[in-house]
């Protein structure tokens, strides 16, 4: 059965710090997707990322980046120079390939409160 | 593109009623339809995944009969807690499959608030 850990239960660190969210995996599937999502207090899930487990280069998105390393299934993401705004709950989620086709429904890491302090 | 709406987005019931809830798939035809639940300061956890035309894979420990899920036509699916109860009060999040965008790209609502009383 597939597994997402995050070990970080909150993180708060002082605005233009960069910060790093962990997120382990385990999954026995060859074929499988991770994600990052935003959550802000209003609840709605915000997309950030996703990588299938055939693509390990790393990404960079303006402030944000992620390192995806297959030999410690882990998928990490860094916001550099942090800001307000980036504070919420962050989520890393796995999907394996479904047998009918398609992907499957994900399975959410316990999620990191990240609070960006002015 | 790729909008999926909820309706309500907040709703509050007495125990021991029923609640629909509908999620749409405003702008592509979506296949394949996930209901997540959200309990306060917890992570998301899927509860059942709605094919249309056929009956809904619920996951372990999510009690069919309680969850009614209905994905009638390739834009909606809905889920219908049957006799709520405050433990039942939570976050209903759906996501639905574009298949032409690709098998594993997933577009979330904004989520249902349920308070039971």
């Known amino acids: 059965a597939q597994k997402v850990t995050q070990a970080q239960t909150e993180i708060s660190v002082v605005e233009k710090e960069d910060v790093t969210l962990d997120c382990v995996y385990e999954?026995?599937?060859?074929?499988?997707?991770l994600f990052w999502y935003k959550q802000p207090p209003s609840g709605e899930l915000v997309f950030l990322i996703r990588r299938n487990s055939f693509d390990e280069q790393n990404e960079i998105s303006g402030r944000y980046s992620w390192n995806f390393q297959k030999s410690t299934s882990s998928f990490n993401f860094t916001i550099t120079a942090s800001q307000v705004v980036d504070s919420a709950v962050y989520f890393c989620?796995?999907?394996?390939?479904?047998?009918?086709?398609?992907?499957?429904?994900?399975?959410f890491g316990k999620g990191t409160h990240l609070i960006i302090q002015p | 593109g790729a909008v999926v709406s909820q309706h309500p987005s907040r709703v509050i019931c007495k125990s021991g009623t029923s609640v629909k809830i509908e999620c749409r798939s405003l702008d592509f035809q979506a296949t394949t339809m996930f209901w997540y639940r959200q309990f306060p300061k917890q992570s998301l956890m899927l509860m059942a995944t709605s094919n249309e035309g056929s009956k809904a894979t619920y996951e372990q420990g999510v009690e069919k009969d309680k969850f009614l899920i209905n994905h009638a036509s390739l834009t909606l699916s809905t889920l219908t807690v049957t006799s709520a109860h405050p433990e039942d009060s939570s976050f209903y999040i759906c996501?639905?499959?574009?298949?032409?965008?690709?098998?594993?790209?997933?577009?979330f609502g904004p989520g249902t608030r349920l308070t039971v009383t």
């Open positions: 996501s639905a499959r574009d298949p032409t965008t690709g098998p594993y790209e997933q577009y």
């Open positions: 999954t026995r599937d060859t074929t499988y997707y």
């Open positions: 989620a796995l999907s394996e390939a479904a047998s009918r086709g398609g992907a499957d429904g994900l399975t």
